[in-house]
């Protein structure tokens, strides 16, 4: 990237007739009266470092607004992308006995909100390693019992100016929203909404949400302004918090395939904020684009190459670009190219599947349900590698391997189906969420083991 260079174009000089121009050059022009007449100096150009060093002292010490330098800090998160992952080290965080940790987001330097099988929504610190268990919002009717277990917690969303999080119920069908930092219920959306688990969430804007369910629908809900922008939320006489039950104000069915038409579950949702368009995954093997206005209108259908398991989704800004998570897969959608122009990729982690996305700039990070991580340069679509030293004594080059993040074991329950399983010392875990925080060069990732049967989790600070 070029750097951007400070102080004014040059501008032409008027051209001076005669004599006159023959002495410009050293500055002086005849005046009227026959006298010299010394011509005003040019003014500098500022000088523009190009260095990282003064860059990085200033910040050191919060300079701001140094325009000259302001393109260093996209090459610096550019080097960090790519050298970052290969300067990871792990810390293993307790979870004590919780199930399979869902999904994380970041609230803040030090603590990560998570969602796990078991229906419990917590914030762990990673500095300390103390939990917070948060209040599940519960529906305005009581629930019938349940003929099967609940799916627990499957998505965490916070909104772009970071003031709401939306998350499942404790009835998972339904869509809970807190008021950020104090995560105070703001409203629950469990009227006349998803008829079974919610799967995937997005934020269109900071009180428009949308919500993908195993029903086969999604549904888009407006957050009332005014409990949103209320500096403390409402109470009752006994001083527990209030919040309000909302209903969906649009909701659109995923189109039935002619291929497997009992299969139309929303697994996945990203947005395109630049376009206003949503990004949706069926387990059917359908990817879908919607126009997400104050209603959800379907723009086109696009089949996917590879249909088993596609469970996560993330969208490229830079690039422009969809990407999915199948079984064995990362297949990219450009919704506006008939013929795709980067290939998909295999995850080659013997079909246990990609099981989390994500984006950031060009590079793509691929949690895999074997308990690793690998990363992928889209511009030159290969996997970023490992740095390899040359064999003393050969004259051949190294051999160059795949960079790969091997995740810990993590926590497994030793019980009966644990046995039924063949009572292995080790299982390794599925990566089904991970989440970066830029400003301090770490990334959380979280999960648990991949059979469903199996009871346990795992969660690292990668640092």
Not at 41 to 56: A, D, E, I
Not at 276 to 290: A, I, N, P, R
Not at 390 to 397: N, Q
Request: with cysteine; net charge positive.
């Amino acid at each position: 990237m070029a750097t951007e260079q400070t102080g004014s174009r040059k501008r032409k000089a008027p051209a001076i007739e005669g004599a006159a121009a023959s002495s410009s050059s050293q500055g002086l022009v005849a005046a009227a009266g026959g006298g010299p007449l010394l011509l005003p100096k040019k003014r500098k150009r500022p000088v523009t470092r190009r260095s990282l060093v003064p860059y990085l002292m200033g910040r050191e010490v919060g300079a701001r607004g140094r325009a000259g330098l302001r393109g260093f800090e996209g090459r610096l998160r550019g080097y960090a992308v790519h050298k970052l992952p290969e300067l990871l080290r792990e810390r293993e965080l307790a979870l004590g006995t919780l199930n399979k940790v869902f999904a994380s987001q970041w609230l803040n330097a030090r603590q990560v909100v998570c969602g796990t099988k078991c229906n419990t929504l917590f914030v762990v610190d990673v500095q300390s390693g103390q939990i917070t268990r948060i209040p599940l919002l519960r529906n305005r009717k009581p629930e019938p019992p349940r003929a099967q277990p609940s799916c627990g917690i499957h998505a965490i969303e916070l909104n772009p100016s970071k003031t709401l999080l939306a998350t499942g119920g404790e009835n998972p069908n339904s869509l809970a929203v807190y008021q950020l930092p104090t995560l105070d219920p703001v409203c629950l959306g469990d009227r006349h909404g998803h008829r079974d688990w919610i799967f995937a969430i997005a934020w269109m804007s900071d009180t428009v949400a949308v919500s993908g369910s195993r029903d086969g629908t999604v549904a888009l809900w407006r957050m009332d302004p005014y409990r949103v922008n209320g500096s403390k939320a409402w109470h009752n006489d006994e001083e527990l918090p209030v919040y309000a039950h909302i209903r969906p104000r649009d909701m659109e069915t995923i189109p039935r395939s002619s291929t497997n038409p009992s299969n139309r579950k929303v697994r996945a949702l990203a947005f395109n904020h630049k376009n206003q368009e949503l990004g949706s995954v069926s387990l059917d093997g359908y990817f879908h684009l919607w126009k997400a206005r104050s209603t959800l209108s379907r723009l086109l259908t696009i089949r996917l190459p590879y249909c088993r398991e596609n469970v996560c989704l993330t969208y490229c800004d830079e690039l422009s670009l969809y990407a999915v998570g199948s079984q064995s897969h990362v297949s990219f959608v450009d919704p506006r190219q008939r013929q795709q122009n980067i290939r998909p990729l295999c995850s080659r982690e013997g079909g246990t599947g990609v099981r989390s996305l994500s984006f950031y700039q060009h590079i793509i990070t691929v949690g895999t349900g074997h308990g690793s991580l690998l990363f992928y340069d889209t511009r030159a679509q290969k996997f970023l590698e490992e740095k390899a030293s040359a064999i003393l004594g050969s004259t051949r080059e190294p051999t160059r391997r795949k960079l790969r993040l091997t995740c810990g074991r993590g926590w497994l329950n030793h019980n009966d189906l644990w046995v039924n399983f063949g009572g292995m010392n080790e299982f390794p875990n599925a990566l089904y969420t991970h989440c970066y925080n830029w400003p301090e060069m770490k990334l959380f990732v979280a999960g648990g083991p991949l059979p469903s049967g199996l009871h346990g989790n795992y969660a690292g600070l990668w640092s």
